[in-house]
């Protein structure tokens, strides 16, 4: 299917263990981005990547990792999660004119 | 970095009736979106508009990019249509900075 999905959709885990979040999008558009959505806090962004093996740090990237080895990839790996990484994770992707579209998110819970 | 003030935070509708939904920046933006977050969680893009008038069905929404303000207007509203609604902008095209939105809620 055409657009951008995010695997998996749920996901629970322990503290301490190494999850990766999965993007995907069909559109070949340069531009991606990380969100994170947190009651209070609304989204804010994680990383970002301008094009493959190209990525920059948004406002909150402590904890994250990610790579882009392929345009239409862009995975992010939470090396040891905790507690306070548990959120809502959202893909998007950009598009000539700007507009971003978003992902359906993963909600992920790190107890 | 930009703000975004989003106002009303909450709003309870009956069907049918319309309603105005705001959004301020503290700075101009080259880039303004407005989202609808349904109740799965989805967040829908509604409208790309940087400044001027557009419409699609019963929304529509307007900029002035001058005096750095969004209006997103909602007519004849359905069940359907509650959720939370974001505006989002940003100046260099990276991050989008979202408000912390209007939710809205429409009974039957």
């Known amino acids: 299917d055409a657009g951008i999905t995010q695997s998996p959709r749920y996901k629970i885990t322990e503290t301490g263990r190494q999850v990766t979040l999965m993007c995907h999008q069909t559109?070949?558009?340069?531009?991606m981005f990380w969100y994170r959505q947190d009651l209070g806090h609304g989204l804010r962004l994680i990383y970002y990547s301008a094009a493959a093996d190209i990525t920059d740090k948004g406002e909150v990237p402590d904890g994250y990792v990610v790579s882009r080895s392929k345009t239409e990839n862009f995975p992010l790996t939470l090396e040891s999660a905790t507690r306070s990484q548990t959120s809502v994770y959202f893909c998007?992707?950009?598009?000539?004119?700007?507009?971003?579209?978003f992902g359906p998110g993963t909600r992920l819970t790190v107890t | 970095g930009i703000q975004v003030e989003q106002s009303p935070p909450d709003l309870i509708l009956q069907e049918g009736a319309n309603s105005t939904l705001r959004c301020n920046f503290s700075?101009?933006?080259?880039?303004l979106q407005w989202f609808h977050q349904n109740p799965w969680g989805q967040l829908i893009n509604l409208f790309y508009i940087p400044s001027g008038t557009k419409q699609n069905g019963r929304l529509s929404a307007t900029t002035v990019a001058t005096e750095r303000y969004s209006l997103l207007y909602i007519s004849s509203s359905q069940t359907t249509d509650s959720g939370v609604y974001f505006c989002a902008g940003n100046q260099a095209g990276t991050a989008l900075i979202f408000g912390k939105g209007t939710t809205l809620s429409v009974s039957s």
């Open positions: 998007a992707s950009r598009d000539t004119i700007n507009e971003q579209y």
């Open positions: 559109w070949s558009h340069s531009y």
């Open positions: 700075d101009s933006v080259n880039n």
